[in-house]
């Protein structure tokens, strides 16, 4: 995991609604070193830690239970905080003001995710 | 021919009749004269007035005679040039009869227009014998044809032979010297033709009609500038004003929105400039109501010529049938999602279980996931009526081409696979490529993989794909085969309804092949797709 050496030490939210997809993210994310600051499955909750948590990256699946999680996005964007976008939904799941946030396609292998989260760093 | 001649004679003639008279008069006097003196003398020795008198009046008959024979002349010419006129009169189907309706003329036009000779017809009533029925009675006709000297209409008669003939007829009022009226000429054409055309463009017009306020849908058509010139009950609802409030008008002044009037309008247009039939669909919103959607056809409209002088449209509403397909395009989009988050969960699942195990196992498990879901996604884009072969190919070896693009050979013509038969094949690509990079071809730098497929022909065409390694390790049949293997020879049979095999024992690499009938993984062309309409 040479290339994941980057993601060491920094702080990520993971916003997933899936409990073990939830969980599998986490494992991946503590593979290759990042601090997890929290989950959250619903909208209103990821909301309220989109806000208040300090963060250096956050996993943001685009369905929470039926509502899209795009506010959460315009936070993050707010914030400055980078973020990729988690879906089972291709590109056209997102609007159009939000195609530049880099897509991870469910399901995926930790390669994909460190690459996602690459292009959301830079 | 003429059965009452005309009587007087020209006012030429009857001056010349008189000269003539006076001087036939003028010799018998002359003559007369001569005679008595000739008896009061007693002798016609000498030269004296009786002989002169008697020369005289021989002069006179002369002159008489001569001028009697010139009148006659004069005559015969005139009649002679009267036949002439009546023969040709009696060519134009001209017949005369007096006002009591006896036919005085008949001519070969009139004959053979009513089949009746001259013999027949003279004489006779011509309202009984051709059964003329006319839209006035003969005393209404005959009492316009004194004040206004002439008639015109049309008349049904019955030819000789009992067939219906259509006449249009004039009907001419000819005075006599003393003003009296005479005679009534008739001049007539048979417009039977013309009317049995007029009945058959009726019923076509009628049978057009019918068709018009029965079909379902909007039928209309508008001349070049867009006005209305034609619209059935449907588009007359629709617009909701009477025919009198639409004729002529153009869609500025029907629908609510100005700028989709000019849209339709501009269409229309270029239709008509086109000259070509064209279908879509159109929207058209109302004020505080759902827009409604319509499928429309529209013709140029052309005259006889063949000009476009306008279109003809038809329009049928297909508002339900949208909001329908949305709907499933909604719902075939979620199911794709969920698929994609089951196959996500499916995968944390395995993670979780068999963390801590082998991690080579975990990866296998992962790949065919993967693998799994770069097919359902080929199908996704293609809305799951069926899938490229070539997409398929190289969305299959998409993961393990990064820079190694050129070990792969890929060749075979163009053709779209059924959803089943897209995923059985990423699934055994999948499965050949990693067994590739384990034990063939692509575990060595050297090695390259050729697929190819092509179609055989045949009384049932078949598909053939080949997977040829190239420049790897020589290779041996294991002794237990893998579920890889298991999965292409039985899996892939199974799905595609056909026979796989992996040949090893080979120098350099394995070799498989798949072959199935084209009819059970290709998409045939009648075959109509499950979406047409996709949201995008």
Not at chain 2, 125 to 149: F, K, W
Not at chain 2, 238 to 265: C, H, N, Y
Not at chain 2, 455 to 462: D, Q, Y
Request: with cysteine.
């Amino acid at each position: 995991m040479n290339d994941a050496q980057i993601f060491v030490g920094i702080r990520v939210l993971i916003i997933e609604d899936e409990a073990l997809v939830s969980m599998m993210l986490e494992e991946f994310l503590e593979q290759i070193g990042c601090r997890m600051m929290g989950t959250a499955s619903r909208l209103d909750d990821a909301i309220v830690k989109a806000r208040s948590l300090a963060l250096d990256m956050a996993l943001v699946d685009v369905n929470l239970a039926g509502e899209a999680s795009f506010p959460v996005a315009e936070i993050l964007t707010a914030r400055d905080i980078p973020f990729v976008f988690v879906t089972g939904y291709g590109p056209s799941g997102v609007p159009a003001d939000m195609r530049h946030i880099p897509i991870l396609p469910k399901p995926f292998q930790m390669a994909q995710l460190v690459e996602a989260m690459r292009m959301a760093a830079y | 021919m003429v059965a009452v001649p005309f009587t007087l004679p020209s006012p030429t003639s009857r001056t010349a009749r008189l000269l003539v008279t006076l001087v036939t008069w003028l010799a018998i006097l002359l003559l007369a004269l001569g005679g008595f003196l000739v008896a009061a003398d007693g002798s016609i020795d000498t030269l004296g007035e009786p002989i002169i008198l008697l020369v005289l009046a021989a002069a006179s008959f002369a002159a008489s005679i001569w001028a009697k024979r010139r009148i006659q002349r004069d005559i015969d010419a005139k009649l002679y040039r009267l036949e002439r006129f009546t023969q040709a009169f009696g060519q134009t189907q001209g017949t005369l009869r007096s006002l009591d309706g006896r036919i005085v003329f008949w001519g070969i036009g009139a004959e053979r227009l009513y089949g009746y000779s001259e013999k027949e017809a003279l004489g006779k009533n011509a309202l009984d014998l051709l059964q003329t029925r006319c839209p006035l009675s003969p005393d209404e006709i005959n009492a316009i044809l004194v004040r206004d000297g002439e008639w015109q209409g049309e008349l049904t008669r019955r030819h000789k032979d009992g067939r219906e003939i259509h006449i249009i007829s004039k009907w001419s009022l000819n005075r006599g010297e003393a003003g009296e009226p005479e005679v009534a000429i008739e001049v007539s054409s048979d417009i039977t033709s013309i009317k049995l055309a007029e009945r058959e463009l009726h019923q076509t017009n009628a049978l057009l009609r019918a068709i018009l306020e029965t079909a379902p849908g909007l039928i209309y058509a508008k001349d070049l500038q867009g006005r209305i010139i034609l619209a059935n009950v449907s588009t007359l609802d629709l617009i909701g004003r009477p025919w009198s409030e639409v004729e002529g008008r153009t869609d500025l002044e029907f629908l609510d929105s100005k700028t989709q009037a000019e849209l339709v309008m501009a269409n229309d247009r270029r239709i008509m400039d086109q000259a070509k039939t064209e279908e879509f669909e159109e929207i058209i919103s109302r004020e505080g109501r759902h827009p409604r959607v319509w499928s429309s056809t529209k013709a140029p409209l052309r005259d006889a010529d063949g000009k476009v002088i306008g279109l003809v449209g038809v329009s049928v509403e297909i508002t339900e049938r949208k909001r329908i397909e949305d709907r499933l395009q909604l719902m075939v989009n979620e199911l794709n999602h969920r698929v994609k988050n089951t196959l996500a969960t499916v995968q944390a699942i395995a993670s979780q279980t068999l963390r801590g195990g082998d991690p080579i196992v975990r990866q296998n498990l992962e790949r065919r996931l993967m693998a799994l879901a770069a097919a359902h996604d080929v199908l996704t884009r293609e809305k799951w009526e069926g899938a490229n072969i070539d997409d398929v190919v190289t969305g299959a070896l998409a993961p393990f081409g990064d820079g190694g693009d050129y070990r792969f050979t890929v060749s075979g013509p163009s053709l779209r696979l059924l959803p089943r038969a897209a995923l059985a094949l990423a699934m055994g690509l999948h499965e050949l490529t990693t067994n590739a990079l384990k034990y063939g071809a692509l575990s060595t730098l050297a090695g390259q993989v050729a697929i190819n497929w092509q179609i055989v022909e045949g009384a049932s065409p078949a598909l053939r794909l080949t997977w040829t390694e190239s420049g790897g390790p020589p290779v041996i049949a294991p002794l237990r085969r893998g579920f890889g293997v298991r999965l292409i020879e039985r899996s892939l049979a199974q799905d595609l309804g056909g026979k796989a095999s992996v040949i090893f024992d080979q120098p350099s690499g394995i070799i498989g092949t798949i072959e199935a009938p084209l009819a059970d993984v290709a998409v045939s062309a009648e075959v109509t797709p499950l979406l047409q309409a996709g949201a995008r």
